[in-house]
Nanobody, 116 residues
Framework: QVRLVESGGGAVQAGGSLRLACAAS????????MAWYCQRPGKQREMVAS???????NYVDFVKGRFFISRDNVKKIASLEMNSLQPEDTGVYYC??????????WGQGTQVTVSS
């Protein structure tokens, strides 16, 4: 069964840190580009970080220097380390897997709430 399962969300105070994990199953994980998206209340889902199969990373400007994406191809896990969290980072974080020519795969999301 093809699944992406996120974990690690929660509630923290501003300045705190969280580490999200996305566990993949049913896919050949190493051939997928992986990304994390955030959907803030009342906003569209947007990508915040991505990592290619060649481990090239990309970040949206407002998380650069604070968020770090990584992948473990053996464990089939994509992680997002989030530091210096701000209330504006509050939202549901989704993991996505992309392989050219195939539909993107999505997890169910994990809630991150940052209080001031």
């Amino acid at each position: 069964q093809v699944r992406l399962v996120e974990s690690g969300g929660g509630a923290v105070q501003a300045g705190g840190s969280l580490r999200l994990a996305c566990a993949a199953s049913g896919i050949t994980f190493p051939i997928y580009d992986m990304a994390w998206y955030c959907q803030r209340p009342g906003k569209q889902r947007e990508m915040v970080a991505s990592i290619t199969v060649a481990r090239i990373t990309n970040y949206v400007d407002f998380v650069k220097g604070r968020f770090f994406i990584s992948r473990d191809n053996v464990k089939k896990i994509a992680s997002l380390e989030m530091n210096s969290l701000q209330p504006e980072d509050t939202g549901v974080y989704y993991c996505a897997a992309h392989y050219s020519g195939h539909d993107d795969l999505w997890g169910q999301g994990t809630q991150v709430t940052v209080s001031s």
